[in-house]
């Protein structure tokens, strides 16, 4: 079975449980509903949560938000503000019930293919994507939604990621990515090079009992030395 069969095999599984699904994490009440990651099968929100940056009068633009964590749980620790976005319309509903479930009010949520429809007058502190690693074929073509949180055709969507995004950072702001051990480090580094982006290792580490290594790295424009 191929990293894509297994990752396909995965997706259907995890739309097999009753919904909605109800959780209670780092002190949210949070709902599921089908359609979006169930977080029973996926875990890295988990990490990223509990191993972000501090985030204290920071704005946040978390990519590929999901049911709402880890950028709900930014909001209420001390960010500013967070403006998340996802391209799957029922993640993009997921969270912002589960914002006001818990009575947070500095998020915003939209639809939006990575950057697409985020104003291009707006500039954080932080971009956050927990990025859809697995690597296909240029020409694959997506079964669902569910397939676009887990799968990059070529890179195609990292590319867009680290290009894009230092136009959206602050003077000071940082482009964060989460991206797990066995992923395409090659690829990555190829991408880095072209948009001459400078890459800070933040740390790594997997979920008790799960397997995967999760990673975090920081990017930025490279400054130019007079």
């Known amino acids: 079975m191929t990293e894509i069969d297994h990752i396909k095999t995965r997706l259907k599984l995890s739309q097999r449980r009753t919904f909605p699904l109800r959780i209670n994490e780092f002190g949210l009440e949070l709902t599921i509903h089908e359609g979006v ?32 964590l880890p950028g709900l749980y930014l909001a209420k620790l001390g960010a500013v503000s967070l403006f998340a976005c996802d391209i799957n319309p029922n993640a993009v509903a997921n969270a912002l019930e589960n914002a006001a479930r818990n009575g947070i009010k500095n998020v915003e949520v939209i639809e939006s293919d990575i950057f697409t429809n985020v104003p291009a007058h707006r500039k954080f502190d932080f971009i956050f994507w927990n990025y859809p690693s697995v690597f296909a074929p240029d020409d694959y073509e997506y079964e669902n939604n569910l397939e676009r949180g887990a799968i990059d055709p070529g890179y195609g969507l990292l590319c867009r990621y680290l290009s894009e995004g230092p136009k959206f950072l602050t003077d000071a702001g940082s482009i964060l990515l989460g991206f797990p051990g066995g992923a395409r480090d090659d690829l990555l580094s190829e991408i880095i090079r072209a948009n001459d982006l400078s890459a800070e290792f933040l740390g790594a580490g997997n979920h008790p009992h799960v397997s995967q290594i999760n990673r975090i790295f920081s990017f930025r424009k490279k400054v130019l030395s007079v």
Do not use: Q
Request: with cysteine; aromatic share 22%.
């Open 37 to 68: 990651y169930p977080p029973h099968d996926f875990h890295s929100w988990r990490w990223y949560t509990d191993n972000f940056p501090p985030v204290a009068g920071k704005s946040i633009l978390e990519i590929g938000c999901g049911f709402g």
